[in-house]
């Protein structure tokens, strides 16, 4: 159904959105809310809609219907619990807050009043994720029983704003390694029960670092982020009759591929199986990649197309509260400031 959004923050993911409603097939923006009066009109005039210079004036726009929220992480909660209150739907860009009990607290607001809620993990309603979960779900690589996800850039040391704020959530594991983790638990199918992560928090946050998980079915993840440190950004689902290697996982470029890998099947006791598995000769290629604003549009008509059910089951609320618990165990594992 068509859907009218509003936007909190006229920043480059704000911008980044808007394109992808451009691009929808049921998204229009009508509003959009700023600090600075002037910097929203001028994204107005970009991107359309109306141009407010507070937050509080695009959730009491009776033509709003939903809420985009691409403010800075700890003013998430807040705004979360006040856009539920106005009655709009609301998709929060992730993570959804700086721990579980604050997502806790916002997520009974949202359940209390009755509306729509989805953590903004954009890659989740990709063509190229809903793909991979077609093929694990169809036995394709048999049981899940390892994961590897890594997403991390190489800023300045000097660079400032609040993801290099340790009192503000800063650092790679909250700005990016949210993404692993919660691939992890997508994949799965599963809550961790067990998070170490080692950082290097010379900077006073995680500049980079590296983690496992481990699940109750006995499955491990290996994750790494940082926001000072370049790496190789993709991941690997490694199941017990072949893996699947995703080249891009997080924004699904246009030349993202997605590679399934199968081991062949040998009877116990032959030459396979005392040898160890083999590899079929030909691999399956997926090439489901497109340009950047198609992430958005995708994301912005999930919420429309489930905006009843309340929730996308392709970012399920409670998946959005495992995840938040297990950064929680990340978090202060490693010995981070304001770690619960």
């Known amino acids: 159904m068509p859907l009218n959004w509003g936007i909190l923050t006229a920043g480059n993911i704000a911008q980044s959105f808007a394109a992808g409603l451009k691009a929808s097939r049921t998204g229009r923006l009508v509003a959009v809310g700023a600090r600075d009066l002037e910097r929203a009109r001028a994204f107005a005039e970009q991107w359309g809609g109306v141009g407010y210079g507070t937050y509080e004036e695009v959730l009491h726009d009776p033509s709003v219907q939903a809420i985009y929220i691409a403010t800075p992480h700890h003013l998430h909660a807040k705004w979360t619990i ?4 106005a009655g709009k739907a609301v998709l929060c860009e992730k993570p959804f807050t700086i721990h579980a009990a604050e997502a806790e607290e916002a997520i009974s607001e949202v359940r209390k009043s009755g509306v729509f809620f ?71 199918g599963e809550e961790p029960d067990r998070a170490e992560f080692a950082a290097d928090l010379t900077l006073g946050y995680d500049a980079y670092g590296a983690g496992c998980l481990h699940f ?26 072949g893996w699947i290697h995703v080249q891009d996982p997080w924004k699904s470029g246009p030349d993202s591929v997605m590679t399934v890998t199968r081991y062949a099947q040998g009877s116990n006791g032959d030459e396979t199986s005392k040898r160890g598995v083999s590899l079929r000769s030909r691999p399956e290629v997926y090439r489901l990649g497109f ?22 089951p392709y970012m399920p609320i ?5 995840n938040m618990r297990c950064l929680d165990r990340l978090r202060r594992s490693c010995g981070l400031t304001g770690a619960p």
């Open 82 to 85: 006040e856009a539920a209150r």
């Open 118 to 188: 989805m953590e903004a993990f954009m890659y989740r309603c990709s063509p190229q994720t809903r793909k991979l979960m077609d093929l694990i779900h169809a036995g394709t690589i048999g049981r899940v029983r390892a994961v590897s996800a890594t997403f991390s850039f190489g800023s300045s040391p000097h660079w400032r704003n609040f993801r290099t704020d340790p009192n503000l959530g800063g650092g790679g594991l909250l700005d990016v390694g949210t993404y692993c983790s919660s691939f992890a638990l997508l994949v799965t």
């Open 216 to 241: 109750p079915s006995g499955a491990v993840a290996s994750i790494a982020s940082g926001v000072h440190l370049p790496m190789r950004n993709d991941a690997m689902v490694y199941g017990d009759k």
């Open 291 to 312: 340009d950047g604003h198609w992430l958005y549009a995708h994301e912005a008509d999930a919420v429309s197309d489930f905006l009843d059910q309340g929730e996308c």
């Open 318 to 322: 409670d998946e959005t509260l495992a």
